[in-house]
């Protein structure tokens, strides 16, 4: 069974600062990509950052200069260190990866995290 388990959300003033974490456990052969995205409330949830597992990193364009995603490889797991944060970004946070679903990777499965919840508020 594979299980992603985010971490790192909380309650922040705007300008401030939240490493989000998620790690990996379960039979898995590689992961290729991971991301993270968000939802607010009465919102679509949104893609905001992924990286491969070559290190290549993209970020939505409201989040360029503010969050960086990167990934532990050895460790299974991602984070998405965020400055500058604003009260646009309150949101669930939840982590997303793509797994080779076989050696070859010629197809991968998609799993997520629960989620964590990001509060931007003075």
């Known amino acids: 069974q594979v299980q992603l388990v985010e971490s790192g959300g909380g309650l922040v003033q705007p300008g401030g600062s939240l490493r989000l974490s998620c790690a990996v456990s379960?039979?898995?052969?590689?992961?290729?990509?991971m991301g993270w995205y968000r939802q607010a409330p009465g919102k679509q949830r949104e893609l905001v950052a992924t990286i491969t597992r070559h290190g290549r990193t993209s970020t939505a364009d409201f989040v360029k200069g503010r969050f960086t995603i990167s990934r532990n490889n050895a460790k299974k797991t991602a984070f998405l260190q965020m400055n500058s944060l604003k009260p646009e970004d309150t949101a669930i946070y939840y982590c997303n990866t793509k797994v080779f679903g076989n050696l070859q990777g010629s197809y991968t499965k998609d799993y997520w995290g629960q989620g964590t919840q990001v509060t931007v508020s003075s």
């Open positions: 379960g039979n898995i052969y590689v992961i290729d990509v």
